[in-house]
């Protein structure tokens, strides 16, 4: 006698979708806690970093290595174009495609201090 071909390919599929269901149940109990990790960890790196460092951490991608700019404005001599508190405000509260809260508000004004000294 013929044994049937399709029974390994529909319990294969049958385990499949039954651990697709239980993976996502777990995931689902773990919810709270990856998205939490996620938000956390840039926040604690940048709160003891220099100036130097939070820029190659968060802004190095938009405004370039050597402040020349790219996604972002060239930030080259940006002290002589704008007051600290207008850097301040754009760096807190973002302004066109740039997000605010990239620089924790401990380090806001050391930040900007040495934003403005970029020449």
């Not at 049937?4 to 149940?25: D, H, K, Q, T």
């Not at 940006?78 to 066109?96: F, H, M, P, T, Y």
Request: hydrophobic fraction near 40%.
């Amino acid at each position: 006698m013929n044994r049937n071909p399709l029974i390994p390919f529909a319990l294969i599929g049958i385990l499949g979708l039954g651990l697709m269901f239980v993976l996502s149940f777990v995931g689902l109990n773990n919810m709270d806690e990856i998205a939490s990790d996620g938000e956390e960890a840039p926040q604690s790196e940048t709160a003891a970093a220099s100036p130097e460092e939070i820029y190659q951490q968060q802004c190095l991608a938009c405004h370039g290595a050597d402040f020349n700019g790219g996604v972002g404005p060239a930030l080259l001599g940006v002290g002589d174009r704008l007051s600290s508190e207008e850097i301040q405000d754009i760096i807190k509260n973002g302004k066109g495609i740039m997000q605010g809260g990239l620089v924790p508000n401990d380090k806001l004004e050391e930040f900007t201090a040495w934003l403005m000294e970029v020449k």
